[in-house]
């Protein structure tokens, strides 16, 4: 099982729609990002947290440490939000060194 | 700043060729990561610096990968000899601090043939 897991895989949606992508991890953390990465390849680094919630205009990340869980939600979605978003965790630096690790990915398809 | 830095953007090379990967992280940033990414097993860390001291190199997949970083303003990744199987796409990153927000390149896109 991997140690970070997130869902859904694919996600298309109509613009406008508020869309959800979740992230489950397995192992105890210091911090928890997520990143987009566009069509074209660049990855941009949307958020990082390590308790409760961020805000950056429509996007939203939230995360509970108790269940191991982080949600990133986007408001009134848009064709320029189709991307791919990758949640990472960092290990506890008392663990294992403290190396990051990377969902699968969550492709997202806005269609207008 | 102009960001992170990576060169070539594109390299394509043949089985057994030594390729180099170039990175200049962003100026006062402390950290550096080698990231590469493929369809099979998306995004993997590779190794990082912190300081310009190799940290944890344990994602380097063998001893044919090999990466330094001799001053702050330059990483380089290096795959001696290249086989097909290391083709994808290298991406540094670079933060102020260790696991702070990462900032990324544009990547290095490779192909061995």
């Known amino acids: 099982k991997n140690e970070v897991e997130q869902s859904p895989q694919n996600l298309t949606a109509q613009e406008g729609e508020f869309i959800t992508i979740n992230c489950s991890y397995s192992v105890g953390i210091s911090a928890l990002h997520w990143l987009q990465q566009h069509p074209g390849g660049g990855i941009v680094s949307l958020f990082m947290?390590?308790?409760g919630k961020k805000k950056h205009g429509r996007l939203i990340a939230t995360i509970n440490i108790q269940e191991k869980h982080s949600s990133l939600h986007i408001t009134a979605s848009h064709p320029r939000d189709s991307a791919v978003y990758i949640c990472a965790v960092a290990k506890n630096y008392g663990g294992s060194q403290g190396n990051l690790i990377f969902g699968k990915g969550t492709k997202l398809s806005v269609k207008p | 700043d102009a960001g992170v830095i990576q060169s070539p953007r594109h390299e394509v090379t043949e089985m057994g060729q030594e390729v180099t990967l170039r990175c200049k992280p962003i100026s006062g940033h402390n950290s550096l990561f080698w990231y590469r990414q493929t369809m099979m097993r998306g995004l993997e860390l590779l190794i990082y610096f912190n300081n310009n001291v190799p940290i944890d190199d344990s994602g380097m997949p063998e001893d044919r990968f090999s990466a330094k970083m001799p001053n702050a303003s330059f990483s380089t990744l290096k795959i001696q000899p290249s086989e097909p199987r290391d083709s994808a796409v290298y991406f540094c990153?670079?933060?102020?601090?260790?696991?702070?927000?990462?900032?990324f390149g544009q990547g290095t896109r490779l192909t061995v043939v």
């Open positions: 990153a670079s933060s102020y601090r260790l696991w702070g927000e990462a900032f």
């Open positions: 947290l390590s308790s």
